[in-house]
């Protein structure tokens, strides 16, 4: 079965400390993984994608297929950056494909 | 300018009702979905449909059923309405060709079901 695990349900820092949000996840194929962001009160948002490797408002996240993990970091976290993360894996069927997504994490990060 | 807009945003109701929720996109996607979002935050997707043809029913009971009208559209009908239904539902859009597929969301519907 192919799934996507965030063991987190609520992570909580200060402003300025690390984050790290974890991301593991069960695919028999080449994953496609994504991080989404839904902040408070707007809707769900694309944060960013693997294959793009790029950093947005300061996070990343890395591929490691070795131990199928797709976690999200920051080296500062900013009180702005409270809101909730999803993970989410690309699933493709019959040439259409769909996002499957973990249970979330709520990140908040305190002043 | 919504790139994903929702009909009503809030919905109260009572056990054994049917409601609908409208969805539409204006970003000429050819694909849109429901996903629900329970009181855990938990998001699981219900339906996706591809050019107005239904592609996944993720064993969704037979009271849902969606509709769509043309591939700009997707309407979320449910009938006789039970306590587990109160959820947010999400619809979304994309388009399947590309390469890597961006999922743009609606607001959500917040439906309470008493």
């Known amino acids: 079965a192919q799934r996507v695990t965030q063991p987190e349900k609520l992570l909580s820092v200060f402003k300025g400390a690390p984050v790290e949000l974890k991301c593991n996840y069960s695919?028999?194929?080449?994953?496609?993984l994504f991080w989404y962001v839904q902040y408070s009160r707007q809707r769900l948002q694309l944060l960013l994608r693997?294959?793009s490797r790029e950093s947005i408002k300061g996070f990343t996240a890395d591929l490691n297929k070795g131990e199928t993990s797709f976690h999200l970091k920051k080296p500062f976290a900013q009180e702005e950056d409270s809101a909730m993360y999803y993970c989410?894996?690309?699933?493709?069927?019959?040439?259409?494909?769909?996002?499957?997504f973990g249970k979330g994490t709520m990140l908040l990060v305190s002043p | 300018d919504t790139a994903v807009s929702q009909t009503p945003k809030y919905l109260v109701t009572q056990m054994g009702n049917d409601k609908s929720i409208k969805c539409e996109q204006n970003?000429?996607?050819?694909?849109m979905y429901w996903y629900k979002q329970d009181s855990k935050k938990f998001l699981k997707i219900m339906f996706s449909?591809?050019?107005?043809?239904?592609?996944i029913n993720e064993t969704v009971p037979n009271r849902f059923s969606p509709k769509s009208p043309d591939k700009a559209h997707l309407n979320l009908h449910i009938n006789s309405l039970e306590l587990g239904d109160s959820a947010v539902y999400f619809c979304?859009?994309?388009?399947?060709?590309?390469?890597?597929?961006?999922?743009?969301f609606g607001e959500g519907s917040r439906l309470t079901v008493l």
């Open positions: 449909y591809n050019n107005k043809e239904l592609i």
């Open positions: 989410a894996l690309r699933l493709t069927n019959s040439g259409y494909s769909t996002l499957t």
């Open positions: 693997h294959i």
């Open positions: 970003l000429g996607h050819d694909t």
């Open positions: 979304a859009s994309s388009q399947a060709d590309r390469g890597s597929p961006e999922l743009f």
């Open positions: 695919y028999s194929g080449s994953p496609e």
